[in-house]
């Protein structure tokens, strides 16, 4: 069992940063994969950005160039810094942890066994 809990969403101007943090508590964090998801109402989760337990990362092409996902697994978390935010970007963030290591289930949430609960990023025009 591994618990995510996502923090540094907020309220940012367009063209602004933030990063968001998800803290896993549980089993080895190493040996898994974790992905950041969005979504806003009435559409279903999207996938923004995933780091395999062997250290590949991948992005959405939404956000590449714009987003870094990283990991520190001496503190069992993972990052996703986000840059050059648009509003279109305003959603509900989610991280992900799973086994698998197969890169299309790394874009897809089928490809995770356990979610955090959230944490809201609004972007201003």
């Known amino acids: 069992q591994v618990q995510l809990v996502e923090s540094g969403g907020g309220l940012v101007q367009a063209g602004g940063s933030l990063r968001l943090s998800c803290a896993a508590v549980?089993?080895?964090?190493?040996?898994?994969?974790m992905g950041w998801f969005r979504q806003t109402p009435g559409k279903e989760r999207e996938f923004v950005a995933a780091?395999?337990?062997?250290?590949?990362?991948y992005y959405a092409d939404s956000v590449k160039g714009r987003f870094s996902i990283s990991r520190d697994n001496a503190k069992n978390t993972v990052y996703l810094q986000m840059n050059s935010l648009k509003p279109e970007d305003t959603a509900v963030y989610s991280c992900?942890?799973?086994?698998?290591?197969?890169?299309?289930?790394?874009?897809?949430?089928?490809?995770?066994?356990?979610w955090g609960q959230g944490t809201q990023v609004t972007v201003s025009s």
């Open positions: 992900a942890a799973g086994e698998t290591g197969n890169t299309p289930r790394l874009r897809a949430t089928s490809g995770y066994d356990y």
């Open positions: 549980g089993r080895t964090f190493s040996s898994y994969s």
């Open positions: 780091i395999a337990w062997f250290g590949n990362s």
